[in-house]
């Protein structure tokens, strides 16, 4: 029953590669979104889609596509893969977003992703 | 940048309260103060939220202040389980959604 799961756990790969990462949420969420936690642990947003429509987009390299094929579904596709691509890829998922902004974020555990 | 400061780590006895302070002296008036926490290699867990009246939940207290520019995560009851990163975060509607540090809570036996 978890409530945002994300696939793979682990994902190694080379340079250049092309690679996915998947992401579904059973919480009935109309908002979902993909975080980077780099080697300092800061969490930064990256994109956000409300209602399979991308409404956060924060200066991310455009070999990141992410693709939302229904609400409860968003992958990132990541092209050319690239050193500093090394991180660990959190999906998140809310109720609701407007102003005030007060849903909770629910995240899933990750997936480390090691460029070699 | 998150616009919030914590201290980068703290520690606190098994069994005593943890008090976790942050500082967001910018926060307009209709943004929400969260608190989460990350356990070593699991995802961020949310923990709680105010605006502006103090809050309890089963997980934690949240004091805020009167002029809101800074908060208080309390853990009434550390345990070596609460040890952790918990990060503070203001809530903006399509807004900045970044977080900062955080401060890496030790609890000792």
């Known amino acids: 029953d978890t409530a945002v799961s994300q696939t793979p756990k682990y994902l190694v790969t080379q340079m250049g590669n092309d690679k996915s990462i998947k992401c579904e949420q059973n919480?009935?969420?109309?908002?979902m979104y993909w975080y980077k936690q780099d080697s300092k642990k800061f969490l930064k947003i990256m994109f956000s889609?409300?209602?399979?429509?991308?409404?956060i987009n924060e200066t991310v390299p455009n070999r990141f596509s992410p693709k939302s094929p229904d609400k409860a579904h968003l992958n990132l596709h990541i092209n050319s893969l690239e050193l500093g691509d090394s991180a660990v890829y959190f999906c998140?998922?809310?109720?609701?977003?407007?102003?005030?902004?007060?849903?909770?974020?629910?995240f899933g555990n990750g997936t480390r992703l090691t460029v070699t | 940048d998150a616009k919030t400061t914590q201290p980068p780590s703290m520690d606190c006895a098994e069994g005593r309260a943890a008090n976790l302070p942050c500082n967001h002296s910018?926060?307009?008036?209709?943004?929400?103060v969260y608190w989460y926490r990350q356990i070593h290699s699991q995802g961020p867990q949310y923990i709680i939220h105010?605006?502006?009246n103090n809050e309890t939940n089963e997980m934690a207290s949240l004091i805020i202040t009167e002029d809101r520019k800074s908060s208080t995560l309390i853990l009434p009851h550390a345990t070596l389980r609460d040890t952790a990163v918990y990060y503070c975060?203001?809530?903006?509607?399509?807004?900045?959604?970044?977080f900062g540090q955080g401060t890496i809570l030790t609890v000792h036996p």
């Open positions: 998140a998922s809310s109720p609701s977003q407007g102003a005030p902004y007060n849903s909770p974020l629910h």
């Open positions: 919480l009935g969420h109309d908002t």
């Open positions: 889609y409300n209602n399979k429509e991308l409404i």
């Open positions: 910018t926060i307009s008036g209709n943004e929400y």
């Open positions: 105010g605006l502006k």
């Open positions: 975060r203001r809530g903006s509607s399509y807004g900045k959604l970044t």
